[in-house]
């Protein structure tokens, strides 16, 4: 049997708690040599783009991919597939937008408990949109916040998100008066957008501040410039092997000569002790994230235990063996 559960399954079953300690356990099971992430290979046609991302978690006994296909206008359909390794069947599809999202926000919550201030209060957020609000949800569960500034570019849907958020939050979240407002006296910098060019100037940043970049995962979007990396004390990503083929953000300063692939840290190598992460105070730290198999992975066996344990979801009977 196969079970399968839907986004409604997902949603009732997978907290962000609960993606925040999956995701902190597949990067350091990376990092550890214990678990292994193959990067998302993209088919673009003129309909649509179908992208597979695949990983194996041998300490959870499952291999898989989750491949997810989005059409022009922006419908997707998306699908984790969890295969038993040592019985070799099919244990579970599961239906991966949502869960796409919170590990997506969970994997920024590991970073910043990782590579932020420890009194860090303010965030300002440059996107609201649907990942928006889970980056959000994330960011509160990462450090204690009292103020949000959010930037977009549409001012009525700002407005909106605030009042949504403020009231799922219960801290201030307000629009900001300018992209230079959303960057100066933040403690945190967020950028969750689909931009293809820098949302904001590399000069207003501050010491001690921690930039997560999150929404620039493919070589024709870019969230920060090159002053941005060149004020970088320290440059994270979930996983430098990705960054590599689909960060826009970092090419550009690849081929300027301002980084080296090799010099910069995965966040499981930091988790895992084999890597320094935050050593001051006044460091500024870029964190880069592209997107995992293996965080799906490790959140998709966390809703397959507790989707068995309270009876949700369906069984297929294909694949027995």
């Not at 006296?185 to 997560?212: K, V, Y």
């Not at 499981?268 to 050593?279: C, E, F, I, N, S």
């Amino acid at each position: 049997m196969i079970r399968y559960l839907s986004e409604d399954d997902v949603r009732q079953l997978l907290t962000m708690q609960d993606a925040i300690t999956q995701v902190e356990r597949a990067f350091t099971a990376r990092a550890q040599g214990k678990a292994f992430d193959v990067p998302r290979v993209r088919t673009r046609q003129p309909g649509g783009h179908l992208h597979i991302l695949q990983a194996a978690a041998p300490e959870l006994d499952f291999i898989g991919y989750k491949a997810y296909y989005i059409q022009p206008d922006k419908s997707r359909t998306s699908l984790l597939h969890l295969i038993n390794m040592s019985q070799g069947n099919l244990a579970a599809i599961i239906q991966s937008d949502w869960l796409g999202q919170i590990r997506t926000g969970a994997a920024t919550a590991v970073a910043l408990r990782t590579l932020a201030r420890k009194n860090a209060g303010v965030l300002g957020l440059f996107g609201s949109g649907r990942h928006a609000q889970t980056q959000l949800e994330a960011a509160c569960a990462a450090c204690a916040l009292s103020e949000v500034k959010v930037f977009g570019r549409d001012a009525q849907r700002v407005l909106a998100f605030c009042d949504k958020m403020a009231k799922q939050t219960g801290i201030e979240v307000r629009p900001a008066r300018s992209r230079e407002e959303t960057v100066r006296g933040s403690d945190i910098i967020l950028t969750i957008t689909r931009s293809s060019e820098p949302l904001f100037d590399g000069r207003w940043l501050e010491p001690g501040q921690c930039i997560a970049a999150v929404g620039s995962n493919a070589l024709d979007r870019r969230e920060i410039d090159l002053q941005t990396v060149r004020r970088a004390d320290l440059i994270v990503a979930d996983s430098v092997q990705v960054a590599q083929r689909e960060s826009g953000d970092l090419l550009g300063a690849y081929e300027n000569g301002l980084i080296y692939w090799e010099n910069l840290a995965d966040l499981g190598q930091v988790l895992a002790g084999h890597r320094p992460g935050r050593v001051s105070d006044e460091q500024v730290i870029l964190f880069e994230s592209h997107g995992m198999a293996l965080q799906d992975i490790y959140a998709g066996a966390r809703i397959l235990e507790l989707a068995h344990g309270r009876g949700l979801g369906l069984d297929l009977p294909i694949g027995a063996r």
